[in-house]
Nanobody, 119 residues
Framework: QVQLVESGGGLVQAWGSLRLSCVAS????????MGWSCQAPGKQRELVST???????NYADSVKSRFTISRDNLKNIVYLAMNSLKAEDTAVYLC?????????????WGQGTLVTVSS
């Protein structure tokens, strides 16, 4: 089992910055893609960004040029640097990992960390 713990959320003013972290622990062998999604109140969960084990990244159009995803493969940590934050970025941000171990695929989600951007 993989456990994910996010941190780094909080209250920030518009145009401010935050850096989210997500630590994967437990049976981390086989982790592939890591990513961040967000869920605002009353809205569906949306993919924000992903990064594969080789470092290739993907971003939602709404965050391109403002957010940067990175990872530390040795420590099994994924980061999300969030700059130029807007009120519409307010959401719970959830970390996720996908992987394959013993011929079985797995996907694990964290509990999320709340980001609130005041305008």
């Amino acid at each position: 089992q993989v456990q994910l713990v996010e941190s780094g959320g909080g209250l920030v003013q518009a145009w401010g910055s935050l850096r989210l972290s997500c630590v994967a622990s437990g049976s981390t062998f086989g982790i592939g893609d890591m990513g961040w999604s967000c869920q605002a109140p009353g809205k569906q969960r949306e993919l924000v960004s992903t990064i594969c084990s080789g470092g290739l990244t993907n971003y939602a159009d709404s965050v391109k040029s403002r957010f940067t995803i990175s990872r530390d493969n040795l420590k099994n940590i994924v980061y999300l640097a969030m700059n130029s934050l807007k009120a519409e970025d307010t959401a719970v941000y959830l970390c996720s990992v996908e992987g394959r171990r013993f011929s079985r695929n797995f996907e694990v989600w964290g509990q999320g960390t709340l980001v609130t951007v005041s305008s």
